[in-house]
């Protein structure tokens, strides 16, 4: 038999491979359509560039045309503006601040006792079997509706707020937490075992470290949803606060104080989001 | 004497299993998983438990180490009964279970730190082990930068860093390809010549069995139960090769025959 050049040898494969490889407008197609696949960093930088410049774009395009009243939906100019001369009066800090800090003492007092209580839930079946049905009942229920409960009970200020963001995460945090506990390994546990680990020392010496990955995730998916009860606490009783200030906004039919307050709610959210994937990358460097 | 002479120095214990029960379930439901299981492993002994998946024969180690509750009978190591896990039986599991948030040298010294023992102490026990199964260089890696076969090594480490008294071991090599499966298998007869300790092994491979046993128990499945013990004798150091020799083939003869009888039984 004689081999023609191009016969399909294992060598003429390797060829054409390579072949492909040097066009890149085809294999550059291939890549970005294949599932999973990686994505380079610059790419991935321009493309979030563009969607932000699409979005912000329409903006304008709706409120020069005219498509939009101005009085409903602010130039984006002008929402800068007042973001700037807010800034510099400093009342915009006043209110972040206040926000913050009401986001921050709900999310450390509720992550407090959901972290610990949530890991023993996990691991223990007894204390699973005694809280089980209460939280998930608990878990179905709408804060909102106890807002006015709180109101009643702790009056308006700080710690009603503080209360309506504890309500609003608490269980749900509880709920994750123990499920990533219950998801261990069962053979990691009883490796420790063989090892010396006391009965008692396993949610500490295992079950925590084992969890740590996830319940920092937990941590960090909560921390969004604080944000939001936050802004139902402040709409409905406050004096201060970006939900406050929005709510005042309205009925000054101050638009562009309402998109401010958004926007600034979700810088900060993307900023505490940022702070806890560092923190999950400096603590848990093992799960990257 | 230092802890490392302690933790090297040859220090091991019989096995005593008598008339093990295994059951799970109750009433008409309830599973017998072992039968009446007999046999003592005597100290320094190399003994290989070899069955069908199923058998029983995870469980009868589980029950062993401790992990699980026996429903009747009597298991004793070093005479002491076995009434809960504890650092004098050290067991290597099929599944990887070096823990993730360690590195390879913390996972090592994770038995001496309980116990109590100082710093300086566990790094001898570390850097010896370590060295011992191969892996000095990667004391500084987390277990998800090893690959499964470096992954089972240091899980060896880490049970004899324990210094255990017996090492009882779940098909470790089970989820790695043969190649590395025969390197494990000629490291862990190396390391098991320099520490002398008892070793419990359960396989479902006989050439491994036979290649590592001095003792080769052979276990019929539902409910299990000890069909014959055959004793190797093969020379050792081992290699690869005797795999080729009539006596280690009439001996895998004789186990196949044994295994197979019982599938015929169970049709």
Redesign the interface.
């Known amino acids: 038999m004689t081999l023609a050049p191009n016969a399909t040898s294992p060598i003429s494969h390797i060829v054409t491979t390579s072949v492909e490889k040097n066009q890149p407008g085809r294999s550059a197609w291939k890549a970005i359509t294949t599932p999973f696949q990686a994505v380079s960093r610059p790419l991935s930088i321009t493309l979030s560039v563009l969607v932000w410049g699409a979005v912000i774009g329409g903006w304008f395009a709706l409120t020069y045309s005219g498509a939009v009243k101005e009085m409903f939906l602010p130039r984006p100019e002008s929402v800068l503006f007042t973001t700037i001369s807010m800034a510099l009066d400093g009342s915009l800090w006043e209110h972040v601040l206040a926000s913050v800090q009401v986001v921050l003492i709900g999310f450390v007092i509720s992550s407090v006792v959901a972290v610990p209580l949530g890991l023993t839930m996990g691991t223990y079946r007894i204390v699973q079997a005694a809280l089980d049905p209460l939280v998930n009942f608990i878990r179905y229920l709408p804060v909102t509706s106890f807002v006015p409960l709180f109101i009643l009970w702790i009056g308006i200020g700080i710690e009603q707020r503080v209360a309506v963001i504890i309500f609003g995460i608490f269980f749900q945090q509880l709920v994750m937490i123990a499920d990533s506990a219950r998801g261990v ?1 069962r ?2 546990v ?8 006391k009965r008692g020392d396993t949610v500490f010496h ?1 079950v925590f ?2 969890t ?1 990955p996830n319940v920092l995730d937990v941590l960090r998916v909560t921390m969004g949803w604080a944000w939001t009860y936050l802004v139902v606490a402040e709409l409905v009783a406050a004096r201060s606060g970006l939900g406050y200030i929005s709510l005042k906004a309205m009925r000054g039919f101050q638009v562009d104080v309402i998109f401010m307050a958004i926007a600034m709610i979700g810088i900060l959210g993307l900023c505490t989001d940022q702070l806890f994937r560092g923190i999950r990358r400096l603590v ?4 990257n | 004497m230092d802890a490392l002479t302690l933790a090297t120095k040859p220090k091991s214990s019989d096995i005593a299993i008598d008339n093990v029960v295994l059951r799970y379930g109750k009433g008409d439901n309830a599973v017998l998983a072992l039968d009446g299981i007999s046999f003592h492993v005597v100290p320094n002994e190399f003994c290989v438990i070899v069955g069908p998946s199923g058998c029983g024969k995870s469980s009868l180690l ?1 029950l062993i ?3 699980e509750e026996r429903t009747g009978g009597m298991i004793s190591v070093g005479g002491k009964p076995v009434t809960e ?3 004098d ?3 290597v ?1 099929q ?1 990887y ?1 070096l ?4 590195t390879v040298a913390q996972n090592v010294e ?2 001496p730190k ?2 109590g023992m100082s710093a300086a102490e566990r790094r001898a026990i570390v850097e010896h082990f370590l060295h011992e199964v191969g892996l000095a260089k990667f004391a500084n890696h ?3 930068q090893l690959s499964g076969g470096m992954k089972q090594r240091v ?1 060896i480490a ?2 004899l860093a ?1 210094d ?1 008294q017996v090492l ?1 071991m779940d098909e470790p090599f089970g989820a790695l390809d043969s190649q590395t499966r025969h390197s494990m298998q000629k490291l862990l007869l190396r390391i098991w010549d320099h520490s002398k300790k008892t070793v419990l092994f359960v396989t479902h491979d006989i050439d491994e069995a036979i290649l590592l046993a001095d003792r080769v128990l052979v276990m019929s499945g539902r409910p299990g139960q000890i069909k014959k013990e055959i004793r190797v004798g093969l020379r050792r150091p081992r290699s690869m090769d005797l795999v080729m020799e009539p006596s280690f083939i009439a001996m895998k003869r004789e186990i196949l025959e044994l295994l197979k009888n019982d599938e015929d039984e169970e049709h």
């Open positions: 390994q053979d990691l009883n490796a420790a075992y063989t090892l010396g680990t295992i470290p084992a740590l848990a460097p093992w799960a | 589980y180490a401790g992990l896990p504890g650092p039986r050290g067991m599991f599944a279970t823990f993730p948030w360690l994770y038995g309980r116990k987390y277990p998800s899980a880490r049970a324990n255990p009882l």
